[in-house]
């Protein structure tokens, strides 16, 4: 249940999700092709839009003290980053060569539930009306923390 993670835990699976896409742009440009990498920064831009989105969304509510765009509205959003961040890592996995090692740690990769993110964006949302300005200020310097690097910075694994 939402009221069961903190927001500590809320934004370290925002950040576990940032880590797991930008692995898989180290795979991509490890091993993809120039258009197949063309294809993948574009896939990956858009999960970045809607993860990025959704973090500076966050951030704004915790600085006003108020409520974020409507908690529907976070987990559509949620859902598409997560669906978007998925295709992209799965196409990746496609392109892998066929050793195991490469291969194991793609599909952990492409593994994974959206769930546990959306109960992430809930409690960090519950936590925006929070009376202690200095707990807010410190959720938003994680939150900043865990927003995508650009695919450009993110260097092959090789």
Do not use: H
Not at 3 to 11: K, N, Y
Not at 108 to 130: E, L, N, Q, Y
């Amino acid at each position: 249940m939402t009221e069961d993670i903190g927001w500590q835990e809320a934004v370290a699976r925002l950040a576990y999700e940032r880590t797991r896409a930008e692995t898989c742009v180290k795979a991509l440009k490890a091993c993809g092709d120039p258009a197949a990498i063309k294809r993948g920064e574009i896939a990956y831009g858009e999960a970045k839009a809607e993860y990025d989105g959704i973090i500076q969304g966050l951030i704004v509510a915790l600085a006003r003290k108020g409520e974020p765009a409507s908690l529907p509205d976070l987990e559509a959003r949620m859902q598409r980053g997560f669906a978007a961040r998925d295709a992209f890592c799965k196409s990746v996995r496609a392109l892998a060569p066929s050793s195991a090692g490469q291969k194991s740690v793609i599909a952990d990769i492409v593994r994974g539930a959206v769930g546990p993110v959306i109960d992430a964006i809930k409690a960090i949302w519950m936590r925006s009306k929070d009376d202690d300005s200095l707990m807010r200020k410190t959720i938003q310097t994680q939150l900043e923390a865990a927003l995508w690097s650009a695919f450009a910075s993110i260097s092959s694994s090789t």
